[in-house]
């Protein structure tokens, strides 16, 4: 079946670092691609997304391309600040037309001032 | 506007009791979905609901799981015969039509903890 797989945290990074959560996933039709963002003690909220191939989503300096080759949809944020810590979902929705989402396991980020 | 909202938002109860949660969508929004959340995992797919009717109950575990959303907005989800397995956050989300490319927001959810 449908998956995501995420790289395994925590992520531990020094305020104006660069940012990468590596997101791969495995789906058999033509998946949308997610990020949804969980800050600490609030609910989850969606960062960016892309419905289709080469398509770049972006929110709040972070952003993600859609990467049909390498089944990937790696989140990217040039200088991370201390309100980034969160965790990170990457997720997709399989076809069918349900908009059912598959979560990857989520990535905890860690921002040192 | 108002998001989406859960209650209660925590739930402690006994094995073999059973349980309520509630869920009030956006309003306006024809698709509403349930999912689970584990410690340290992302949401598992429950149940959705487009409009009156359950879609897709492929998520639920076994029959002691059962949603309904009677009149296409506010939706309950029960459990059964609970167990300690239970256990977990329960998220509520809804978005305007269900399709792929939806955005679907989320409710605070609701803490179980069956001991």
């Known amino acids: 079946g449908d998956s995501v797989t995420q790289m395994e945290g925590p992520v531990t990074l020094s305020e104006e670092a660069f940012l990468t959560i590596n997101c791969t996933y495995t789906?058999?039709?033509?998946?949308?691609l997610f990020w949804y963002v969980q800050y600490p003690g609030e609910g989850l909220q969606l960062l960016l997304k892309?419905?289709?191939?080469?398509d770049k989503g972006s929110n709040k300096g972070f952003e993600a391309t859609y990467r049909k080759e390498t089944t990937s949809f790696h989140l990217e944020k040039g200088s991370v600040q201390v309100s980034d810590s969160a965790v990170y979902f990457c997720?997709?929705?399989?076809?069918?037309?349900?908009?059912?989402?598959?979560f990857g396991q989520g990535t905890t980020l860690q921002v040192k001032p | 506007g108002a998001g989406v909202s859960q209650t209660p938002s925590n739930k402690v109860t006994e094995k073999g009791k059973y349980v309520e949660l509630r869920c009030d969508p956006i309003?306006?929004?024809?698709?509403l979905y349930w999912y689970r959340q584990s410690l340290g995992q992302g949401p598992e797919f429950l149940i959705y609901?487009?409009?009156?009717?359950?879609?897709?109950d492929s998520g639920l575990p076994n029959d002691r799981f059962f949603a309904v959303r009677p009149e296409g907005s506010v939706s309950t989800l029960k459990i059964q015969r609970t167990e300690r397995g239970d256990s977990a956050v329960y998220l509520c989300?809804?978005?305007?039509?269900?399709?792929?490319?939806?955005?679907?927001?989320f409710g605070p959810g609701t803490r179980l903890t069956v001991l």
């Open positions: 989300a809804s978005s305007l039509a269900g399709a792929d490319t939806d955005t679907q927001y």
């Open positions: 789906a058999t039709g033509y998946p949308s």
């Open positions: 892309a419905t289709k191939a080469d």
């Open positions: 997720a997709l929705t399989s076809g069918g037309n349900t908009g059912k989402l598959i």
């Open positions: 309003s306006g929004h024809t698709a």
């Open positions: 609901f487009q409009g009156t009717g359950a879609a897709d």
